[in-house]
Nanobody, 117 residues
Framework: VQLQASGGGLVQPGGSLRLSCAAS????????WSWYRQAPGKQRELVAE???????KYTDSVKGRFTISRDNAKDTVYLQMSNLKPEDTAVYYC????????????WGQGTLVTVSS
């Protein structure tokens, strides 16, 4: 299973970006899609997740600004980011939590988001 993330870049404060992450391969079943981020000098943190049933969760700092969604037909997850702030600058990683044939985590390669004027 491979995850390909895309959509990062440089954006001004207040701007928007949409990240995408597509899964390819076989032998998995998506239990949870998640986006994490890691800023320079900081630990990786969970940003948002969407469960198989559609439930979503967000870290407090992005609530009301970020939206996680998915396209089940394409095995793709998205992170729509709006009203971006300099503190959102980080490398963003997608994560696929599969529960078939056994529990396993898959990670994308990371995409850099830089929020700066």
């Amino acid at each position: 299973v491979q995850l390909q993330a895309s959509g990062g870049g440089l954006v001004q404060p207040g701007g928007s970006l949409r990240l995408s992450c597509a899964a390819s391969g076989s032998g998995y079943s998506i239990k949870v899609w998640s986006w994490y981020r890691q800023a320079p000098g900081k630990q990786r943190e969970l940003v948002a997740e969407i469960h198989r049933g559609g439930n979503t969760k967000y870290t407090d700092s992005v609530k009301g600004r970020f939206t996680i969604s998915r396209d089940n037909a394409k095995d793709t997850v998205y992170l729509q980011m709006s009203n971006l702030k300099p503190e959102d600058t980080a490398v963003y990683y997608c994560n696929l939590d599969s529960d078939f044939p056994m529990r396993h985590d898959y990670w994308g390669q990371g995409t850099l988001v830089t929020v700066s004027s």
